[in-house]
């Protein structure tokens, strides 16, 4: 399986990307050593995504993967964003190859952790959820990405 024709246009034209310098929480998720890096930045009105950014080291994979979690993100409420999963961003863009899905997808995963650290800042700890991947590892920042 190769990438898909939407996964080839968020890749050559990203949505999305770049810092949001006052954002209200961040994610990040991966290790440039091993594999792919990536952040999101969120930022939050009436407990809405407002605006959500991207930064990616890494294959095609992930950046449409990080850049297609932004478009899905932007204007859902925080709680509906912490129901997107990985499966969710792979869908949307019309599958990913063997190997991509594990490796190159952690949008989702970085999402909710800048959504994590947003509840957090705000002192609403008991709806800040554990970050837990789709395998139920608890996703760690700067965790070691599995070989592709």
Do not use: W
Request: aromatic fraction near 4%; proline fraction near 5%; glycine fraction near 10%.
């Amino acid at each position: 399986m190769g990438y898909s024709r939407k996964v080839l246009e968020h890749f050559t034209n990203p949505r999305n990307v770049g810092e949001i310098p006052d954002a209200d929480g961040v994610g990040k998720v991966g290790n440039p050593a091993d594999g792919d890096l990536v952040h999101i930045y969120i930022k939050v009105k009436d407990d809405v995504l407002d605006d959500v950014k991207f930064k990616t080291m890494g294959c095609a994979a992930a950046i449409a993967t990080s850049s297609k979690v932004t478009e899905m993100a932007k204007g859902m409420t925080l709680m509906q964003a912490l129901q997107l999963t990985r499966e969710d961003v792979a869908n949307a863009l019309d599958g990913l190859p063997p190997g991509k899905m594990e490796c190159s997808n952690l949008g989702a995963d970085a999402l909710h952790m800048a959504i994590r650290e947003y509840l957090i800042k705000e002192g609403r700890e008991a709806e800040a959820p554990a970050a837990i991947d789709e395998r139920g590892d608890q996703c760690v920042v700067g965790a070691p990405i599995r070989p592709h």
